[in-house]
């Protein structure tokens, strides 16, 4: 099998429930960060990494999607006929290269696992990294371009984005059960989807970033629905290990937000708004002043 990672899907198919009534009509990835849509977050972190070939598993109403990653000859236009040369330069981010982006659709929201295996055919003898796009992670070396140099030296299983939680939040993730702690990579027994504190193995968390061996999807060709009645992809990895198959937690440096939450999605804006130069003074003087108020109002 070859070992570089060029290929990274994009599960992009979910609801967004937590985010209703907005993913009613705009969905989740396109939502705005300060002024980019958390899929561009992604992107731009998997370029960082060398991915090549961009593969989106989207679902009805996602079309925004597609449109926010093809040109607009009209605004382009408009654009340059007022000399606007800085935001055409902003838009040139959204440029992919022809037939480097591949859309497949999930007819039905069964599961994260169920997502990674509606694109089987695009992958081929080959490691592929899954992204999360609402998993947003501020580091100076960009998360899945840390996992990509550990794993071509490893250079062989599976490996996910690990991250030491509170115990007490073990039921939010899937949490490995770690079989030698090497520091940056563990070597993984086994893992476990949303356990409670008293069941979890460690409280070192799965998160949205993943690099995989095609057994992965062929593990979930017959896997069954597991935990909330969803088709886990933790399962498919957990079932690699059982076939003697090494898997590695990889602990990234940088900081994670889950922007699939309400309190994420705000803790995000205000780390990334207080990381802008043009926007760091307003923002820092702003939320000063209503800390400030809080404390006089106690
Ligand atoms: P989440 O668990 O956050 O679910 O999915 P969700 O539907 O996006 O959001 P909520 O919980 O209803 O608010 C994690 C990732 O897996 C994708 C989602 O798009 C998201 O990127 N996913 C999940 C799919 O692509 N298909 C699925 O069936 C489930």
Redesign the pocket.
């Known amino acids: 099998m070859r070992r570089r990672v060029t290929k990274a899907i994009f599960?992009?198919?979910?609801?967004?429930?937590?985010?209703l009534p907005a993913t009613k009509s705009v969905p989740?990835e396109i939502m705005t960060l300060v002024d980019r849509p958390l899929i561009q977050y992604a992107i731009d972190e998997a370029r960082a990494a060398g991915i090549k070939e961009f593969i989106f598993?989207t679902s009805r109403g996602k079309s925004a999607l597609e449109d926010y990653f093809d040109h607009n000859p009209v605004l382009e236009q408009e654009l340059r006929k007022k000399g606007k040369d800085g935001l055409l330069e902003t838009l040139k981010a959204t440029d992919m290269e022809s037939g480097a982006i591949a859309y497949i659709r999930?007819h039905k929201?069964?599961?994260?696992g169920?997502?990674v295996w509606c694109a089987r055919r695009l992958i081929a003898n080959e490691p592929f990294a899954v992204m999360?796009?609402?998993d947003v992670i501020a580091a100076e070396q960009p998360c899945l371009k840390q996992m990509v140099e550990a794993y071509e030296e490893i250079g062989e299983g599976n490996m996910v984005a690990a991250m030491e939680v509170a115990p007490e939040k073990t039921s939010s993730y899937g949490v490995l059960d770690v079989k030698e702690d090497m520091g940056s990579v563990v070597q993984v027994r086994g893992m476990v989807e949303k356990p409670d504190a008293d069941k979890a193995p460690s409280n070192l968390a799965v998160i949205g970033r993943y690099i995989l061996t095609p057994s992965v999807l062929r593990n979930l060709n017959k896997m069954k629905s597991g935990a909330g009645g969803?088709i886990q992809l933790t399962d498919a990895i957990a079932q690699d290990i059982e076939n003697d198959r090494p898997a590695y937690g990889y602990r990234f440096r940088g900081e994670r937000f889950d922007c699939?939450s309400k309190a994420g999605f705000l803790q995000a804006t205000v780390a990334f708004g207080l990381a802008r130069d043009d926007l760091r003074n307003d923002l820092a003087n702003y939320l000063e002043s209503v800390v400030q108020m809080s404390k006089a109002a106690e």
């Not at 599960?11 to 985010?19: D, E, S, W």
């Not at 929201?109 to 994260?112: D, W, Y």
């Open positions: 599960p992009v198919a979910g609801l967004g429930t937590r985010f989740k598993v999930q929201a069964l599961g994260l169920h997502a999360l796009p609402d969803e699939g």
